[in-house]
């Protein structure tokens, strides 16, 4: 059965970079019929979608997040990685790994997702 | 970006009651690209559907997706305890992928 296992600092000041690792287990992230990503959720954003990833190292990015933001793919790790710099008090929220189906490449669905880690920007 | 709203906000519902959730897109989404999730208290959504009507692993089949162009629906045809949840939709036509802002089911 896949899991998802995200870890990382639960606390991070404001300018810095957060940095997010999750370790897959029960399957592999090079497995071609599937991305992998990020989502975050906030009471004030509901749930958002960060970026997504193929083993290959092809990433897509939400636009507004865009110039912030490092999504990247361990083949040997089985693990993704999630990069976010200046951070701020609007980026605190419950951090998610997913599991991306691959339908229109990676526009789709997340049929997996790891049980998530707060993280809060406060100094 | 195309949003998607959900209606209504909550809902507080008896076992054994139809329950019709409503998610509505700025845009037409073509090949129905939506997708339906349940997050209960405390844990990770799950995803119910995908295509709009296709069912996931392992939703019992009370549960019923339907829609197209810019209006989907998600039915529960016979409300369980454990339905009690957020219900959230998300689209995948176009970046950025989004969600709606979650209708809440609550059992009376």
């Known amino acids: 059965q896949l899991q998802l296992q995200e870890s990382g600092p639960g606390l991070v000041k404001p300018s810095e970079t957060l940095s997010l690792s999750c370790s897959v287990s029960?399957?592999?992230?090079?497995?071609?019929?599937?991305?992998w990503g990020w989502i975050r959720q906030s009471p004030g954003k509901g749930l958002e979608w960060i970026g997504s990833?193929?083993?290959?190292?092809?990433?897509y990015y939400r636009p507004s997040l865009k110039s912030r933001v490092t999504i990247s793919a361990d083949i040997s790790k089985n693990q993704l990685s999630l990069k976010l710099t200046s951070m701020t008090a609007a980026d605190t929220a419950v951090y998610y790994c997913?599991?991306?189906?691959?339908?229109?490449?990676?526009?789709?669905?997340?049929?997996?997702w790891g049980q998530g880690t707060p993280v809060t920007v406060s100094s | 970006e195309i949003v998607l709203t959900q209606s209504p906000g909550t809902l507080s519902l008896s076992p054994g009651q139809r329950v019709i959730l409503s998610c509505r897109a700025s845009?037409?989404?073509?090949?129905?690209?939506l997708a339906w999730y349940q997050q209960k208290p405390g844990q990770s959504p799950r995803l119910l559907f995908y295509?709009?009507?296709n069912r996931a692993t392992g939703i019992p089949d009370r549960f019923g997706g339907s829609g197209s162009g810019t209006d989907f629906t998600l039915t529960i045809s016979r409300l369980e305890p454990e339905d009690s949840a957020v219900y959230y939709c998300?689209?995948?036509?176009?970046?950025?992928?989004?969600f709606g802002g979650g209708t809440k089911v609550q059992i009376k």
């Open positions: 029960g399957g592999s992230i090079s497995s071609s019929g599937y991305y």
């Open positions: 997913v599991r991306v189906l691959r339908f229109f490449e990676w526009l789709s669905c997340f049929d997996s």
């Open positions: 990833v193929y083993y290959s190292g092809i990433t």
């Open positions: 998300q689209q995948y036509g176009s970046s950025p992928l989004t």
């Open positions: 295509g709009a009507s």
């Open positions: 845009q037409s989404l073509s090949s129905s690209q």
